[in-house]
C-alpha cells in the first residue's frame, strides 16, 4: 500500500491499537473491556422500546436490553452486560469468569424475561445466541481526544475509549475533530484532553 502522507491525521485505535499512540499522552489509557450479550424473541407482552436494567450487586449490573430482529425477521431483544477487563492482550479472556458473566447475564433475562427465555431455551437458540465483544475503555471511563501538531503544520487527532457509548458520542466527537481541523475550540478538546486532571491542578 505505500506510505500515506497528509496534512492532518485522525487516529481511534479500538482496544488493541496502543502501539500506534507511542509518544502521545493517549499512550497506555485505552484498553479493552469485555461485553456479553445474548438473544431471546421479543415475544408477548413485548417490548415496545430499547431499555437499561439497573440490578445493583448483581454480577451483572447494568444490562443493555435492545429492540432488534431476529435472522427470520422476526422481533428479538438483544440483551448485553459484562464488564471484564482485558487490558492490552486479546488473548486475556478467563474462560471460568466469561462463564461467570453469560450465567449473570442469562440469570436477568431470565429475571426479567421469562417467557423470552423459556421461548428461546425450547427453541434451542439462547446458548447458540451467546456473543462477546471487547470495548475500547479508559479508567476514568470518558475517552479522550488528543491534538499533536505535526512537522508540517497539520495535526495529529487521536480520539477514543469511548467506553460503551461511542455510537452515541460519535457525532460530538466528529464535530471535536472538524473544529481541531478548522482551527476552532471545542470543549472536547480540553474535557477529553488525556492530561486533563494533571492540567487542572497544575
Known sequence: TGTIRSHHYVLSPGAYGDQLLRGTAAHGQIQG?????????????QLMNSVKIARQGHRAEETNVTLATDRSGGPALVCGAGYGWTGLDPYNIDTDELEVLFDALEDTVRQFFPRAHAAAQAARTLDASRQLCVRPWTPSCLGVFEQVPTRKGGLLLVTGGHNTGGFAQSPVVADAVLAAVEGRAHQMHTRYHPLRLERFYS
Do not use: H
Request: no cysteine; hydrophobic share 55%.
Open 33 to 45: 473491556m469485555l461485553g456479553v450479550w445474548l438473544t431471546v424473541p421479543n415475544i408477548e407482552p
